[in-house]
Nanobody
Framework: QVQLVESGGGLVQPGGSLRLSCATS????????MGWYRQAPGKQRELVAH???????NYADSVKDRFTISRDNAKNTVYLQMNSLKPEDTAVYYC?????????WGQGTQVTVSS
């Protein structure tokens, strides 16, 4: 059974930082690309960052140079380091794995950027 569990969200002031984690189980983690998505109220879910199994990364333009995605295959975990946070980064952040043409999602973690 595939499970993805996000953690690390919370309330942070503009300019602050947060580190999200997504712990996985039920998959051979090192074999799959992983992604972080977010969904703000009234908006569609959007891709924030993606990392291939080889460690290549890409980012949404809105988060480039502020967010960093990484993975630890020994811990079956993918991370999202978020710096210089802005109010427009407020959203529920979801971890994603695409396995055999199926999408698997975590439950999401709320990130709120506000003074």
């Amino acid at each position: 059974q595939v499970q993805l569990v996000e953690s690390g969200g919370g309330l942070v002031q503009p300019g602050g930082s947060l580190r999200l984690s997504c712990a996985t189980s039920g998959i051979i983690f090192s074999m799959y690309a992983m992604g972080w998505y977010r969904q703000a109220p009234g908006k569609q879910r959007e891709l924030v960052a993606h990392i291939t199994r080889g460690g290549s990364t890409n980012y949404a333009d809105s988060v480039k140079d502020r967010f960093t995605i990484s993975r630890d295959n020994a811990k079956n975990t993918v991370y999202l380091q978020m710096n210089s946070l802005k109010p427009e980064d407020t959203a529920v952040y979801y971890c994603n794995a695409k396995i055999m043409n199926s999408d698997y999602w975590g439950q999401g973690t709320q990130v709120t950027v506000s003074s």
